[in-house]
């Protein structure tokens, strides 16, 4: 008997703020939303392992993608939890 073994290794995107405070410098749209992107390794489509945080601002108005620095996602992250 032969079962196929469907092993995944990808990027899984999630939005980690909905709207920051930060506006597109392409169309100038305001409130960049800001996405978690991690690595993760996948058996049958079960994610087992996880690695590689990164950050991305993402301009839903243009689809503008900027690399976003640790430190600066933090603070982000951070006014975002404030009221
Ligand atoms: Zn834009």
Redesign the pocket.
């Known amino acids: 008997m032969f079962i196929p073994l469907i092993v995944t290794v990808g990027d899984r995107r999630r939005t980690a703020v909905e709207r920051t405070q930060r506006a ?6 305001a409130g ?1 939303r800001l996405a978690e992107l991690r690595r993760q390794f996948a058996l049958f489509f079960i994610p087992l392992w996880r690695w590689g945080r990164r950050h991305l601002l993402v ?1 839903d ?4 993608v900027l690399p976003v620095e640790s430190g600066e996602a933090a603070a982000l992250l951070a006014s975002a939890a404030r009221p």
Do not use: E, K, M, Y
């Not at 597109?24 to 749209?29: E, I, L, N, T, V």
């Open positions: 597109c410098p392409a169309c100038g749209r960049l301009c108005g243009c689809g503008l």
